[in-house]
């Protein structure tokens, strides 16, 4: 071949189509001031354009402000049926958003920017795995250390430290945990025997007081925690419910079973319909609903079906980890809920792929955290 | 620099110590005529000594192999409460096995596989998410479809078809299933209520036949639905519970949310609680436990946190694509699980990283099903 | 709410197309005595209906096995431009198939596999990463042994040992390696400063003798070594090109580094321009291109670039780990490389997401090795 | 049972180690002002303690500050032989810094921050891919644009418009890059084989300008390009070599490619040999040297390769989203170098988690661009 062919030369040097209205992409420009030490804003505003999950990063951002700051009428001007989800101060229609979070980011320290947003009314309503409510509790009575991905599991074992990732828990914070939780589960216990002696036959009916929910026990716990750091105890103060369906599957779940032989025969109850139905009906009286999910699983998936009940949300943000091509929920783009109707056609949403730790703090940063809320 | 450094040379060329006794990497030979077209066991005898992720499937088989055939005493010349635990047909006994999937795997066309270890009673129980009890049922009423992963959201939900990774589920499936499953959650909601009425006030006490939990529905759905090709069907007939504390988030719950409003006042309850005591015992009764976890979350956690209960599993084999590096329950090694007690230090253990569906089939023709077993 | 409305029920209960012309999915069928100690081709049968990466397990079987048996016209039925590419035996032509691995698989046990595609002439070309040409000829002096991800760096570099995952290369193996390599090198640099002096200012012309370049490297590397246990070595005697543009990225840079002292002022140069223009005709003369791509980087890439030449691959396979999400071309989908002019729009491509060694074997031995060919 | 076995209480109760005096878990204190809107800074400093990724992101910036800021001797003071290395505007000893990046990174808005770095001198020698090299050029001439990665890839090619993940470039930007290379590539086919006939037999001797590099015709082309906003072009201006060993793979390769049939019979020569030999006696001569590498693959691999030759590096900062399951050099940790002696058994390093363009711009405005530097 002595003469390239019109083939590798019309291929390469293909003419194309005028995208010059199409944004370009640009970084961070640093004959600005505020290129250096950048504040969480101009940070999310350069990121916008440079492509990959920067973008991601910061349209995560431009939709939970927009979620977050979307307003309706006046409860005044709806007709009575219409008067139900959120509501601001002033009485005008505001978004139900969905707070999800996986168990390991109340072990971090993001247990801190979670809090802030239940404290500060952020969200409507929060779904957790069991980890996410004990450990919230735990760290009120001992504290979660640093530790490493590498720390051999037989020695830690031996010295009773439980690792998560790269965090210890010692096994001394669960045995704190049981002295604390067991007179609440007695106490707990009683009122719900009370209740099936008054009640009778009637004890299993809708919104019985004899029938315990997750939720219900999530918001008592939070109650009697009673401490301002805690993510429950706002929770319960500021009356947004915490649904964790599978809340035995932890410490909580060690904490009924041995409750169990400690009460036979009688025994403590947890019911999930009526908490599925409670969920749902949020998602159902929601005048616009959002979503924030952080991590898979669980947590990702029950927010996504009640939004179903809605024909789906508003709005959508996943942070996580998860890949699509293993066919998971946990990894499922915003699409795949679409096809579901769990988010509408229309909505806005994004999946940014990334350890939750590592963006949450910069997004919460530059939106929730953009300015100092008045005091609550 | 006109000569080598002794630094460079000596950094390169450094002696080591000697490990000619240590496994030799090693792949397929393909002077053998077994080399061709290979027989599962051939194939994974070949991986063993490959490396990576090969080395791994093959340590899953043999893990799996050694919780199959252990056996310990026979019945007879064990102490009365020690009769617990599996024991095969001879009164010999042998490993729990806890088996554990995701719904998504129920979705795949893995379903034949695990329906074929529950029919042959190869696992001693089962933890799964709604989704994979549901999908099992809604296979029975009509077929999942292959897709793709990139077909537009909006596009599928115009068309009534809900997407799950490369597969497709006709909204249609679901409308079956309610027709299907509304009489049944009719008969059960009446026999809770006949059971309350008859027990009164210690209707909610231990082993009540008030108390219907997770388990205990799925029991009767697969007794309901009477159809060989469902996971459920044989795990009834075999009594092999299936465990899934959050039943109520998938469809089932949709149908249990529909149902409150049918029923109202009245209401099914499913209680937790019960459930955990249930699991946990079994765990606590094994004469050894094995767990296999198909995938990762709740499935995962709650077999590993049964397995505390008894300080640790014997044998642990994990197969998902979750990370540790985010902390995430999901990703973490068995190594993790050792620091918590719910493998033993000297357990065997692997986890394999790889979506199931592409190593799941050979691991079980390889193991589970390397011979035919005798009729059912 | 006292009665369920309308949106939720229309939304869980919407109506769908009809898509029953779709291909069900479906598992093993274990009434069948071939589900048993599966044959490879019987288990990729099974796994092209199963969904997820089992689907693109078998996909890749398919597209395998349509590159590799494509047949053209018979070479006296073309007129002369057109008699390139590759011929089978009887002179009809064939594909001319691309193959790409990551040094890694060379490490591992997959090496067997590979050296078995090149003696069989089942590629054409071959783009491999520095190390996947040093560990092919270092395992000819000594072994690799397998190890494990977690043995301590510190510890395994006071004893020599290099860590590739979980396999462990004894730095002995390197001093043998470059024992052996240095005498060829040695008379490589003899072969260049001949044929400049002889050919004097035409010494760096096209094709020009005193031009060595790293496929010429690498193909007298496998004439050297003289293994029949070598990739190299039929890649040698069969004339099958091994491209390796960074070659001095691994143990033969270091010796190459080490030689420039030995030799100074003399110094052996090898050439990547003829080397791109070696490839890139290849992928111009192809009658048909498949593309074989097993790990990402730089071996992905080169191979997709020198497509582009032919305006595009009419099969490609990829198979890795790699995740499009950080626009990484190692985790790009075909669909990007269409976008580009690499692959054709109407091509079959498939991605596998998997590490390669769980998958490798096993589609081989459905495809490649599905029967043994006639001896050699 | 009717009694909690001990085994259980036992498990779940055990006694823990005192670790009070590790590092406890904590987040952001909300009650600071500087709690929102965050500083890069305090960012950072917040996220040390938070546990996963955030507190490798702050380590990564620990690590960059100790490299980055680290001096050791006067020139003055030290012998003839060791006056090596890098030296401050002083005269005073500092690390040097090897920074490498995949050519995704300059297609992105990272490109500006790379820039930054190189036009302040921060590093002292780079690895990059040929994307790397050519993107930066075409940049020069004409805007990258931003899109979606789920743009199907047809109807792309048919537009001319080429993607790397959710980034386009119109193919109309390479005919650009075409024009403005060619006479570039002409007068350095010129120089080359000036240099030939003056210099005869020695023309491809150590340090012959007859010899052309990657390195060196990348330094070359930032000359040519003489633009401010070009990363290659401060490289040359700064003195900072750019290494690329496969400089061909690419655009730039095209253009060779073509231009081989151009000058034919005469043809432009890149040995990699002597840049194999620059960069590892760069490694040789720093009296400290650190590594930053973002993303993976042969970036990865060369840098640390050529830190082998000095024993291993000091320092060494790891960011991209391989994992080390399947055996790749992108996904093994830093403990892997030290097993080979590329990284000190006792360097601080760190590995992180993520695709680069969400958290290098808040660490580098933490780090290097913590403050303005004085004026170039």
């Keep these: 071949m002595v003469k390239l062919p019109a083939l590798a030369s019309d291929a390469v040097l293909k003419k194309s189509a005028d995208i010059s209205n199409f ?42 402000t927009e979620m ?5 009428k006046h409860i005044d001007d709806l007709p009575e049926h219409e008067r139900t989800g959120m509501f601001d101060e002033t009485g005008v229609q505001r978004a139900t958003v969905f707070l999800g979070f996986t168990s390991n980011l109340i072990s971090s320290g993001l247990r801190d920017t979670l809090r802030y947003l239940v ?12 980890g996410g409510i004990e450990e919230d509790l ?3 009575l001992a504290p979660t250390y640093l530790g490493e991905f590498t720390l051999p599991g037989s020695a830690l074992r031996d010295q009773g430290l439980n690792r998560i990732g790269n965090l210890l828990v010692p096994n001394e914070n669960y045995c704190k945990f049981e002295e604390w939780i067991v007179p609440v589960l007695d106490r707990v216990l009683e009122e719900q025997d009370r209740a099936i002696a008054e009640l009778g036959p009637e004890a299993l009916h809708a919104d019985s007081p004899a029938v ?32 964790c369906p599978a809340l035995t599957d932890g410490s909580i779940g060690d904490m009924l079973f041995f409750h169990t032989f400690k009460a036979s025969p009688r025994r403590l109850h947890l019911d999930i319909v009526s908490d599925i139905r409670r969920i749902n009906s949020m998602a159902m009286d929601a005048s616009r609903a959002g979503m924030i999910i952080l991590g898979g699983g669980l947590v990702k998936h029950h927010i996504c079906n009640a939004c179903l009940m809605r024909n789906g949300a508003d709005w959508a943000v996943y942070i996580n980890t998860g890949q699509e091509f293993d066919g998971s929920d946990a990894g499922a783009r915003p699409d795949e809920a679409i096809s579901w109707g769990k988010i509408k056609a229309d909505a806005k949403s994004v999946k940014v792929y990334a350890d939750v730790t590592t963006v949450w703090p910069l997004i919460v940063a530059a939106t929730f955290a953009a300015t100092r809320p008045a005091a609550v």
């Design 212 to 243: 315990w929910t997750p939720s219900r026990l999530v918001d008592r716990l939070g109650q009697e925690i009673d401490d301002e750091l805690s993510v429950l105890y706002w929770a319960h103060r500021n009356k947004i419910p915490i649904f």
């Design 119 to 130: 404290q500060h009314k952020k969200v409507s309503a929060i779904v957790a795995t069991a």
């Design 138 to 140: 735990i760290k009120c």
């Design 23 to 64: 944004t370009k992409v640009e970084g961070i420009n640093y004959a600005d001031d505020s290129a250096y030490n950048m504040k969480a804003t101009d940070l999310i505003a350069a990121m916008k354009t440079m492509g990959f999950q920067a973008s991601s990063v910061a349209t995560a951002c431009v939709i939970i």
């Design 68 to 72: 977050d700051s979307w307003r309706g």
